[in-house]
């Protein structure tokens, strides 16, 4: 049982969303120029409707760094074997929720930056541009619990029912002997329907990737590395289901918070399923 996510782990961690962090900064930034001069040229720089676009470029910026620190933590927690589970679960939400309300901080900050926000405006103007994007930051609060919520149930659900006494795994690991003799087969391949589905689900998401638009906050070559990987193994006369399950669960992760890859999540999910491989 752990009380406490590991020092070194969130070190790293830390150490990663800062670079990306700094990324973000530099987007929202030019977001925010952007909006300025598009307002001065139809010289409506100081309006309301300016305030609601800058927020808005804030609110979008502040969706794209919660959802980099989610898939960031699972990495890194992936890598030091702790998976989100009862235990780990409120730490994990824990932590994604303080990254929340830190990027909240840092990008109001930047929207206030803001020519319209440079000039004397009513308290209330402010407040409710600062108020949409709190209410972004509530927003994730709630889909990170309900995200957090499901990995746990699904992690409950995946624990194996209690051993026997007497039960042993022998050789590869595909026979277990019980105490009388009797065998099981346990099976640690997939199905020709279900590899030929993941592959073409496979297959769709390297199109998506393809197709990119310039400045989507996502390492596309790594992703692609990741559904290479997993299309190779799925090509196999015997595809391996453990590290083909392994290798969709990080593409799903990488991918299930990108708008632009909505379409291939929505692919992989029930291809997974079929060779069943369960994502959130």
């Not at 930047?110 to 402010?126: H, S, T, Y």
């Not at 590869?172 to 391949?189: F, S």
């Not at 799903?252 to 029930?270: G, M, Q, S, T």
Request: proline residues 5%.
């Amino acid at each position: 049982m752990i009380n406490t996510l590991p020092t070194e782990m969130l070190n790293t961690f830390y150490d990663l969303v800062r670079v990306e962090y700094a990324s973000l900064d530099k987007q929202l930034q030019d977001a925010i120029r952007a909006v300025e001069r598009q307002a001065s040229a139809r010289g409506t720089l100081i309006s309301g409707g300016t305030i609601q676009l800058a927020c808005e470029a804030g609110t979008d910026s502040l969706a794209a760094r919660c959802r980099k620190a989610w898939e960031l933590l699972s990495k890194t927690m992936a890598a030091y074997g702790i998976e989100v589970n009862r235990e780990s679960g409120p730490m994990f939400l824990s932590e994604v929720g303080s990254q929340a309300a830190n990027s909240s901080i840092a990008v109001m900050a930047i929207v206030k930056g803001c020519a319209v926000f440079r000039v004397e405006l009513p308290p209330n103007a402010m407040q409710a541009g600062m108020d949409i994007i709190e209410k972004a930051l509530q927003h994730e609060f709630a889909r990170a619990k309900a995200e957090v919520q499901l990995l746990v149930a699904a992690s409950d659900n995946m624990k194996p029912t209690a051993h026997q006494p007497g039960i042993t795994i022998n050789g590869d690991g595909n026979v277990v002997n019980t105490g009388n003799g009797n065998q099981v087969n346990v099976a640690t391949t997939i199905d020709t329907n279900a590899a030929t589905a993941l592959a073409n689900a496979l297959k769709a998401s390297l199109d998506h990737l393809a197709a990119l638009p310039a400045g989507t906050p996502i390492d596309a070559d790594e992703v692609k590395e990741l559904v290479e990987d997993a299309l190779a193994e799925v090509q196999k006369p015997k595809p391996n289901k453990i590290k083909i399950g392994s290798a969709i669960k990080g593409i799903a992760e990488a991918i299930k918070f990108v708008p632009a890859l909505k379409a291939a999540y929505d692919v992989i999910k029930p291809a997974a399923a079929s060779a069943g491989i369960y994502l959130p």
